[in-house]
């Protein structure tokens, strides 16, 4: 029973993490919350401020904070540009960081529980061609951000090509989010419409793949 205790803990401290934010959610103290005052706070910080969203973002996966409305507001308040810039540092830290903790304190206990045949499968994939599955699961938007970091951590993985694949796949998302967040001070100008729709190509494209993808693979099946 000692060698599963940092996985409980680490169980735990996800559990504490929800429950926190589900009081702030009751209470209505999330909805207090001034965001016009702390955008204003943000961009007087000048580098400060961008300092203080990288810094945010890397913790944001410990208290499980959705990662696509911070990357929003990181494009709204400094910029496609540089909001583009803050968002890949802070969302490569905080990957790093969600692999570091289930490697360090969840590996060794999932290794005793893995039992099924499909993930004994995908671990065995993520150790052989680790770079290009990670690379695959960033680049499509339906594979959860944290998900696939704290999952990467579990898995055989390397730990380079869990980065690499890690840093590579997050910049498409990363502009095209930063730049949607940039174009809602302007919404319905030529920049929202243009950011809407670089959006909806970034959100359909991987799922014609995907389609295409397992379409070959029940031909393949045949």
Request: proline share 4%; charged share 15%; hydrophobic share 50%.
């Amino acid at each position: 029973m000692a060698r599963s205790k940092p996985l409980w803990l680490l169980a735990g401290w996800f559990a504490a993490a929800a429950l926190t934010l589900l009081i702030l959610k009751w209470t209505g103290v999330w909805h207090q919350l001034d965001l016009n005052w702390v955008t204003r706070w943000l961009r007087d910080l000048g580098p400060l401020g961008g300092l203080l969203y990288i810094i945010a973002y890397t913790l944001r996966p410990l208290v499980l904070f959705p990662a696509t409305p911070l990357t929003l507001y990181g494009g709204y308040v400094f910029g496609a540009f540089w909001g583009t810039v803050y968002d890949f540092i802070g969302a490569g830290a905080g990957a790093l960081l969600s692999f570091y903790i289930t490697r360090r304190w969840g590996r060794g206990a999932f290794q005793r529980i893995l039992k099924s045949k499909k993930l004994l499968s995908f671990d065995q994939k993520a150790e052989e061609k680790g770079f290009m599955v990670i690379l695959y699961m960033r680049l499509m938007p339906f594979f959860p951000f944290d998900g696939i970091s704290y999952g990467a951590g579990l898995s055989k993985i390397r730990f380079w090509d869990y980065t690499w694949g890690t840093m590579i796949g997050i910049i498409p998302g990363a502009i095209v989010y930063n730049v949607f967040g940039a174009s809602l001070h302007d919404i319905w100008s030529f920049k929202f419409l243009g950011a809407v729709v670089m959006y909806a190509v970034f959100a359909i494209v991987p799922l014609l793949v995907r389609g295409r993808m397992q379409k070959r693979k029940v031909r393949a099946g045949e």
